[in-house]
């Protein structure tokens, strides 16, 4: 073997080991869902004996859990949907118009992008208690679309300043209305863009805590997460079904990163960058 | 927006269009962001148990009570600290993976993604399994520190306040390397290959390379993945709140 193969395998060895231990926790998650709380307290390590799935059973039966997830599901869906309705048309107007108004409705725009949720929570709560939104989904709506517009307006502008204006021109002289010169033809030019925004939030959204805590009732389900949450408390001896649960919300998070995973990638990257 | 309108004439088509298209956007943003921002900035000078219709303007004593506060002192500093290591450490651990991953022949999106998995999980989630991994009976981490023969080295990782800032440090390392790898990644992949060939030849070694070449041409990298982990360090919130409070009474400490 001559010098170059050797150091090729010394790197991927030590990759490798690295990877062992970065995917240990995971794996021993997903491990443990199927094991009974009396093998877990045994050997934590060992294998499970067997497909134990009497927690998932509990869980989505006995418990608000299925609730939950249908909660994760919408609050995610939803949001996502509003703001990749909204934001690149604002971004879009403000590009193109490019007039002193829109210059500083886009300025006031980023000036929310440094102010962090904790800090206005509280009278953003009264302010939806007033509204009559206290308790509905669409509270956590409202304040995640909200909350994207800053970031998503600086995404979509940068990225808008890289199309031609020549096919929106076209296309008017064609006949075609603002509006369906924006949807029909900018839109879907933006496809790059929206994928970052959409991964980058759904993420966010699927795995907020915070906010889905404060925002929706107590007493009745919340989102997975809050609903974990709670468990680690009111189950802090039935490991199994805390595994049961994390693996719930780990599990569709894993597979639609590895679906879509070369937009993840993608959409960190521009992310950071833009951001 | 009565203002907004009257401002441009000139471009007769643009703005009705540019307001319908603006306006969704900016009454959300303006009520649920703005608004609450503008009010909590108003109610730190009143004094407001929350609920009542009693607000009364008290001026800054809110702050000089915080100043005192010996709590929040505390929980300054642990922020503090927590930031400043948290920032260094991610960035060398992410950085690491990154030179790693772009230099590895086989199987490298696998790692990727692998390295990015807990990047997936959210702070809840994943406090909860290194609280299950570092409990001191049951956790898997003593068990092997048994099995290696380490058993003197066992403790209660996240009990005892002396550990309990080092488990969460590398817990949040282990979480967030992998965003930052990938952005480092990206910054490596736009690095022409003829340069460190060029170097090589001239009789580089690898740290001279990675000194006088790569790491220098990272620069923009380094600049955003700082910043972003500075960000990220100083919101840092549910993790932790399940690691230091999820079943267990003593909370780190220093």
Same mark, same amino acid.
């Not at chain 1, 299925?66 to 939803?78: C, G, K, Q, W």
């Not at chain 2, 203002?3 to 307001?19: C, L």
């Given at each position: 073997?001559?010098? =170059?193969?050797?150091?090729?395998?010394?790197?991927?060895?030590?990759?490798? @080991?690295?990877?062992?231990?970065?995917?240990?926790?995971?794996?021993?998650?997903?491990?443990? =869902?199927?094991?009974?709380?009396?093998?877990?307290?045994?050997?934590?390590?060992?294998? $499970?004996?067997?497909?134990?799935?009497?927690?998932?059973?509990?869980?989505?039966?006995?418990?608000?859990?299925?609730?939950?997830?249908?909660?994760?599901?919408?609050?995610? =869906?939803?949001?996502?949907?509003?703001?990749?309705?909204?934001? $690149?048309?604002?971004?879009?107007?403000?590009?193109?118009?490019?007039?002193?108004?829109?210059?500083?409705?886009?300025?006031?725009?980023?000036?929310?992008?440094?102010?962090? &949720? #904790?800090?206005?929570?509280?009278?953003?709560?009264?302010?939806?208690?007033?509204?009559?939104?206290?308790?509905?989904?669409?509270? $956590?709506?409202?304040?995640?679309?909200?909350?994207?517009?800053?970031?998503?307006?600086?995404?979509?502008?940068? &990225? @808008?300043?890289?199309?031609?204006?020549?096919?929106?021109?076209?296309?008017?002289?064609?006949?075609?209305?603002?509006?369906?010169?924006?949807?029909?033809?900018?839109?879907?030019?933006?496809?790059?863009?929206?994928?970052?925004?959409?991964?980058?939030?759904?993420?966010?959204?699927?795995?907020?805590?915070?906010?889905?805590?404060?925002?929706? $009732?107590?007493?009745?389900?919340?989102?997975?997460?809050?609903?974990?949450?709670?468990?680690?408390?009111?189950?802090?001896?039935?490991?199994?079904?805390?595994?049961?649960?994390?693996?719930?919300?780990?599990?569709?998070?894993?597979?639609? &990163?590895?679906?879509? #995973?070369?937009?993840?990638?993608?959409?960190?990257?521009?992310?950071?960058?833009?951001? | 927006?009565?203002? +907004?309108?009257?401002?441009?004439?000139?471009?007769?088509?643009?703005?009705?269009?540019?307001?319908?298209?603006?306006?969704?956007?900016?009454?959300?943003?303006?009520? !649920?962001?703005?608004?609450?921002?503008?009010?909590?900035?108003?109610?730190?000078?009143?004094?407001?148990?929350?609920?009542?219709?009693?607000?009364?303007?008290?001026?800054?004593?809110?702050?000089?009570?915080?100043?005192?506060?010996?709590?929040?002192?505390?929980?300054?500093?642990?922020?503090?600290?927590?930031?400043?290591?948290?920032?260094?450490?991610?960035?060398?651990?992410?950085? /690491?993976?990154?030179?790693?991953?772009?230099?590895?022949?086989?199987?490298?999106?696998?790692?990727?993604?692998? *390295?990015? !998995?807990?990047?997936?999980?959210?702070?809840?989630?994943?406090?909860?399994?290194?609280?299950? %991994?570092?409990?001191?009976?049951?956790?898997? !981490?003593?068990?092997?520190?048994?099995?290696?023969?380490?058993?003197?080295?066992?403790?209660?990782?996240?009990?005892?306040?002396?550990?309990?800032?080092?488990?969460?440090?590398?817990?949040?390392?282990?979480?967030?390397?992998?965003?930052?790898?990938?952005?480092?990644? /990206?910054?490596?992949?736009?690095?022409?290959?003829?340069?460190?060939?060029?170097?090589? %030849?001239?009789?580089?070694?690898?740290?001279?390379? *990675?000194?006088?070449? +790569? !790491?220098?041409?990272?620069?923009?990298?380094?600049?955003?993945?700082?910043?972003?982990?500075?960000?990220?360090?100083?919101?840092?919130?549910?993790?932790?709140?399940?690691?230091?409070?999820?079943?267990?009474?003593?909370?780190?400490?220093?």
């Amino acid at each position: 073997m001559n010098k =170059a193969t050797v150091n090729d395998i010394v790197i991927f060895i030590a990759t490798l @080991l690295l990877a062992i231990v970065f995917f240990f926790p995971i794996f021993f998650n997903l491990m443990s =869902a199927f094991k009974s709380n009396a093998e877990i307290m045994r050997d934590a390590i060992a294998f $499970p004996e067997g497909f134990y799935l009497d927690s998932f059973n509990y869980l989505l039966t006995e418990t608000d859990y299925p609730a939950a997830i249908v909660n994760s599901l919408i609050l995610t =869906a939803v949001s996502i949907a509003l703001m990749i309705v909204f934001i $690149p048309m604002a971004a879009y107007a403000i590009e193109r118009t490019n007039a002193k108004w829109t210059n500083f409705i886009f300025l006031f725009f980023l000036s929310g992008m440094m102010v962090p &949720f #904790q800090s206005y929570m509280i009278p953003l709560f009264k302010e939806m208690k007033m509204l009559g939104l206290y308790g509905t989904l669409a509270a $956590p709506i409202l304040i995640y679309v909200s909350g994207a517009v800053g970031f998503g307006c600086l995404l979509y502008t940068s &990225f @808008l300043k890289g199309i031609p204006r020549e096919i929106e021109e076209s296309a008017a002289m064609d006949g075609c209305s603002r509006f369906v010169t924006f949807w029909r033809i900018v839109f879907p030019l933006l496809g790059p863009c929206t994928a970052s925004l959409v991964v980058l939030n759904g993420l966010g959204i699927w795995n907020d805590f915070l906010m889905p805590m404060l925002v929706l $009732p107590s007493g009745k389900p919340k989102t997975m997460i809050v609903e974990i949450f709670y468990y680690v408390g009111e189950f802090s001896s039935r490991w199994d079904m805390i595994f049961a649960g994390t693996a719930m919300s780990i599990v569709p998070v894993l597979i639609v &990163f590895l679906l879509l #995973q070369k937009y993840f990638v993608k959409g960190i990257s521009t992310g950071a960058i833009k951001g | 927006m009565a203002k +907004t309108t009257a401002a441009p004439k000139k471009k007769r088509k643009w703005p009705i269009f540019a307001i319908l298209f603006i306006l969704p956007s900016f009454v959300l943003y303006t009520s !649920f962001v703005i608004v609450p921002t503008v009010s909590s900035m108003y109610l730190s000078f009143t004094s407001w148990d929350g609920v009542s219709p009693d607000i009364r303007f008290i001026g800054l004593s809110n702050f000089q009570e915080m100043l005192r506060s010996e709590r929040v002192h505390n929980a300054l500093r642990n922020t503090l600290i927590l930031s400043v290591v948290l920032v260094l450490l991610e960035n060398v651990a992410a950085l /690491a993976l990154a030179m790693l991953v772009d230099q590895v022949r086989w199987m490298r999106n696998l790692f990727r993604s692998v *390295f990015y !998995f807990p990047v997936l999980l959210s702070g809840v989630v994943m406090g909860f399994i290194w609280t299950i %991994i570092l409990n001191y009976n049951f956790g898997v !981490f003593n068990q092997l520190l048994d099995m290696l023969g380490l058993a003197a080295a066992k403790a209660d990782w996240l009990g005892d306040p002396d550990f309990a800032m080092l488990s969460i440090i590398l817990s949040t390392v282990w979480k967030s390397a992998g965003y930052y790898m990938i952005i480092y990644l /990206a910054g490596l992949q736009g690095i022409p290959q003829e340069l460190s060939e060029a170097a090589s %030849i001239d009789g580089a070694g690898r740290m001279q390379q *990675f000194r006088h070449i +790569t !790491f220098p041409l990272l620069a923009g990298s380094v600049t955003v993945c700082m910043v972003l982990s500075m960000i990220n360090s100083l919101k840092i919130f549910d993790q932790i709140a399940v690691m230091t409070d999820g079943g267990r009474a003593s909370r780190p400490k220093r």
